[in-house]
């Protein structure tokens, strides 16, 4: 069964601070999805990885994958107060045309 | 605003009934996403549709159903609601059948079954 751990499940951290939420995956897959859920908000599509070594970046975040250690990360570069939220990762199983997600990240980012 | 639309955004019912949650997707999006979302169970994804068939499957409750319509809006017909069945209700839509096209969510339907 696809399983898919985040970690950390809370992270408060500082204004200009860098930081990493991790995502572990059970199965093969080499597509994963970030999300980001503001506070009593809906979902926005982040990032989408589709092999082993991507890396895409979107202003202070960072996000890549490796396949064979069924790992991608999250970084956080110079954390700004707009960066809180809940983050999401997600892993297709492409076999079974089904999608499971991690528990999330609560990222707090604090003056 | 993404340009998906939920309807309604607040139901409350009683355990036992039906209800149908109605997603219409963004201009020219063929796929439709449903998801739910609870306190219990976190983020799970429970149904593709694209372009009227449905595509993938995954930890949907048989008491659940849904369909797209020729006009590609969809419905999430959930019956015999149990308490755990109270949780947010997200669609998204998005241009292609695949889960790599970009989704685009919602404002979610929050269900309340008591």
């Known amino acids: 069964e696809l399983k898919v751990e985040q970690n950390p499940l809370f992270l408060s951290m500082q204004e200009g601070k860098n930081y990493t939420i991790y995502c572990n995956y059970s199965?093969?897959?080499?597509?994963l999805y970030w999300y980001r859920q503001d506070p009593g908000k809906s979902l926005e599509s982040l990032f989408v990885l589709l092999s082993n070594g991507a890396v895409k970046q979107e202003g202070r975040l960072m996000a890549s994958l490796d396949t064979k250690a069924r790992l991608s990360t999250l970084h956080i570069t110079a954390a700004v107060h707009d960066l809180s939220a809940t983050y999401f990762c997600a892993v297709d199983s492409r076999n079974n045309n089904d999608m499971r997600f991690g528990a999330g990240t609560r990222l707090t980012v604090k003056p | 605003d993404s340009g998906v639309t939920q309807t309604p955004k607040h139901l409350i019912t009683a355990t036992g009934q039906r209800v149908t949650l109605r997603c219409s997707p963004r201009?020219?999006?063929?796929?439709v996403y449903w998801y739910q979302q609870s306190l219990d169970q976190g983020l799970q994804f429970l149904i593709q549709?694209?372009?009227?068939?449905?595509?993938a499957k995954g930890n949907i409750l048989e008491r659940f159903s849904a369909q797209q319509f020729p006009d590609l809006h969809s419905e999430l017909n959930l019956s015999s609601l149990e308490l755990g069945d109270s949780a947010l209700y997200f669609c998204?839509?998005?241009?292609?059948?695949?889960?790599?096209?970009?989704?685009?969510f919602g404002p979610g339907t929050r269900l309340t079954v008591l």
């Open positions: 199965t093969t897959s080499d597509r």
């Open positions: 549709y694209y372009n009227g068939e449905e595509r």
């Open positions: 201009s020219g999006d063929l796929s």
């Open positions: 998204a839509s998005s241009v292609g059948d695949s889960f790599t096209d970009t989704q685009y």
